[in-house]
Antibody
Framework: QVQVVESGGGVVQPGRSLRLSCAAS????????MHWVRQAPGKGLEWVAV????????YYADSVKGRFIISRDNSKSTLHLQMNSLRAEDTAVYYC??????????????WGQGTLVTVSS | DIVMTQSPDSLAVSLGERATINCKSSQSVLYNSNNYNYLAWYRQKPGQPPKLLIYWASTRESGVPERFSGSGSGTDFTLTISSLQAEDVAVYYC?????????FGGGTKVDIK
């Protein structure tokens, strides 16, 4: 069955970096776009970034543009989110989501359980 | 950016009664070339990730109970739960995937009256 499992969360100081990973299984990873979505404690969902199936197209929320980088390793069925210059407002549960299509303009049909990132001194 | 506005913020409905959630986009999410509305609905229970309910504004995801239905086009959309069950207590979100950033509505919390 389809599974996406996030890892790499933790407590990090403001201004530092963190790299999240999402291990995918149960589907042809290289055929689907992938998303990152986050949720601050007690808040709603915020879309963060998307990459097309082959990594050729990547888009970001304005709040993370220039600081976060989405990437994928199709040989390892793994999605990454490199988060630089972290701020307190980046504190959230980060979810990895599988898209239903190869391109970026599709919805997410499977979500991971999320990994918590806490930015605090 | 497309702003998604949900209403109400919360509602309480008796078991077996209808629950209606509205979602309005600041610009149309209807793609004229294929006549699809790029709008999805998700349900999120406490401590869990979101779950896909509806896509293309009105297509029910496989395995989702028939009491969930989506309607609307262009900028105005509705999620209806025809007969509320106890397990439907959750927060519901709409999301547009028409153009990046793929924005979510603020969420609607549904409780039992």
């Amino acid at each position: 069955q389809v599974q996406v499992v996030e890892s790499g969360g933790g407590v990090v100081q403001p201004g530092r970096s963190l790299r999240l990973s999402c291990a995918a299984s149960g589907f042809a990873f290289s055929s689907y776009a992938m998303h990152w979505v986050r949720q601050a404690p007690g808040k709603g969902l915020e879309w963060v970034a998307v990459t097309s199936h082959d990594g050729s197209n990547k888009y970001y929320a304005d709040s993370v543009k220039g600081r976060f980088i989405i990437s994928r390793d199709n040989s390892k069925s793994t999605l990454h989110l490199q988060m630089n210059s972290l701020r307190a407002e980046d504190t959230a549960v980060y979810y990895c989501g599988k898209s239903v299509g190869t391109d970026t303009s599709y919805y997410v049909d499977y979500w991971g359980q999320g990994t918590l990132v806490t930015v605090s001194s | 950016d497309i702003v998604m506005t949900q209403s109400p913020d919360s509602l309480a409905v008796s078991l077996g009664e209808r629950a209606t959630i509205n979602c309005k986009s600041s610009q149309s999410v209807l793609y004229n070339s294929n006549n699809y509305n790029y709008l999805a609905w998700y349900r999120q229970k406490p401590g869990q990730p979101p779950k896909l309910l509806i896509y293309w504004a009105s297509t029910r995801e496989s395995g989702v109970p028939e009491r969930f239905s989506g309607s609307g086009s262009g900028t105005d959309f509705t999620l209806t739960i025809s007969s509320l069950q106890a397990e439907d207590v959750a927060v519901y979100y709409c999301q547009q995937y028409y153009s990046t950033p793929f924005t979510f509505g603020g969420g609607t919390k549904v409780d039992i009256k």
